[in-house]
Nanobody
Framework: QVQLVESGGGLVQAGGSLRLSCAAS????????MGWFRQAPGKEREFVAA????????YYVASVKGRFTISRDNAKNTVYLQMNSLKPEDTAVYYC?????????????????WGQGTQVTVSS
């Protein structure tokens, strides 16, 4: 069992930055791939970024490449999402998720555990 708690969301102006954190508790965090997803009002949940269990492989949705960076610190049981050059269209609730397979995936259904989400609002 893995519990995930996101933090770091908030209100920021367009062009600004935020860093989201996802703290995990439970066993074997370092063996899980981790992902970030987001959901805007009236829209389906969307893949944002993922990182494999070693941290060596990362994946991004095209709309955030070059602006967002996913990373992990297995010693701290934490995964991060550094978000730069934020745009109003990045406004959403951001969720982190854990996948016991460890490879990383863009598919939400392949994740086993989810956090409660943190709101990110980007004003124009």
């Amino acid at each position: 069992q893995v519990q995930l708690v996101e933090s770091g969301g908030g209100l920021v102006q367009a062009g600004g930055s935020l860093r989201l954190s996802c703290a995990a508790s439970g066993r074997s965090f370092s063996r899980y791939a981790m992902g970030w997803f987001r959901q805007a009002p009236g829209k389906e949940r969307e893949f944002v970024a993922a990182i494999n269990w070693t941290g060596a492989i990362t994946y991004y949705v095209a709309s955030v490449k070059g602006r967002f960076t996913i990373s992990r610190d297995n010693a701290k049981n934490t995964v991060y999402l550094q978000m730069n050059s934020l745009k109003p269209e990045d406004t959403a609730v951001y969720y982190c998720a854990a996948d016991h397979i460890g490879r990383g995936s863009r598919v939400a259904s392949e994740y086993d555990y989810w956090g409660q989400g943190t709101q990110v609002t980007v004003s124009s």
